[in-house]
């Protein structure tokens, strides 16, 4: 296994920091890499906010409800960029609603993802410490406006990262055999015996966000986000559209109800 494979494998959310600066050095080359980051059709379509006002530290953390945000030695938001590649079509006479639409959207939120994770691996390259904030979304509007992003833009997630003041347990994962298929979808048979397995094993790991405490199985953390959802999650679309991006879908399609997935009677 080499270094890089071996810091993967050890990735582990770190949510306090020494506060020791990071240096000018390691910055540029965090930085550098996000650039070169693989990119879709080539079209750059990310862009990252680096915050260091305290007053929008504090504003984010109150998006995110996590104070912890506000103690990061570094925080970067990824959002989704059309707006610049939309200005320079402009420039050049061209007015299409392509420049808006969901293509686009995609384009820059799978870019601003993957410019999140390579980041994260940099980072933790050099020593350091990172913990995503997808809470971000928990009010996209409201970052939206603490981060003054213009139109054909939206926030996708945040990284923050530092010198680690903490040693978190390395979080157990389900078996790669529930997620890892060959050629088409395949549900696991003994689903329910791995689940089984699995939750015991995730009620050994110790959560250092709520006071040391075990945190509960995994199949009752499913239960309880799907029950309790965060009420401004389910703006999203409207905030996208709000942001000028186009959601067109066909009228003629009807909407397919869900119902029962489970592959078992």
């Known amino acids: 296994m080499n270094q890089t494979i071996k810091h993967q494998m050890e990735h582990r959310s770190i949510r306090e920091f020494s506060g020791e600066p990071v240096s000018d050095a390691m910055l540029k080359s965090i ?59 402009e420039q050049n006479n061209v ?30 390259s050099l020593g350091l410490g990172a913990v ?51 050629n088409s979808y395949q549900f696991p048979v003994d689903v329910e015996k791995k689940l089984v397995e699995y939750d015991k094993v995730m009620q050994t790991y110790y959560d250092l966000r709520d006071a040391n405490k075990r945190v509960d199985s995994f199949s009752l953390q499913v239960v309880k986000r799907l029950e309790n959802p965060i009420e401004k999650r389910g703006t999203i679309l409207q905030v996208v559209q709000d942001q000028g991006f186009n959601l067109k879908v066909s009228a003629s399609r009807p909407k397919e109800e869900l119902g029962k997935l489970s592959p078992f009677t």
Do not use: H
């Open 31 to 89: 930085f550098e890499v996000a650039n070169q980051t693989a990119t879709s059709t080539g079209m750059q379509s990310s862009s990252i906010i680096r915050v260091t006002d305290p007053t929008k530290k504090a504003a984010l953390a109150e998006v995110c409800k996590q104070p912890y945000v506000m103690r990061t030695t570094e925080l970067l938001i990824f959002i989704v960029d059309a707006y610049r590649n939309a200005v320079i079509a």
């Open 95 to 124: 007015f299409a609603e392509s420049r808006a639409d969901m293509d686009r959207f995609f384009q820059g939120w799978t870019d601003a993802t993957l410019m999140a994770q390579n980041v994260t691996t940099a980072v933790e």
């Open 132 to 182: 995503f904030f997808g809470s971000i979304l928990n009010d996209p509007a409201a970052v939206i406006k603490i981060l003054d992003l213009p139109k054909l833009t939206f926030p996708v997630v945040g990284v923050g990262f530092g010198w680690p003041a903490q040693e978190p347990q390395l979080k157990p994962r389900m078996p790669l055999s529930m997620k890892l298929f060959e």
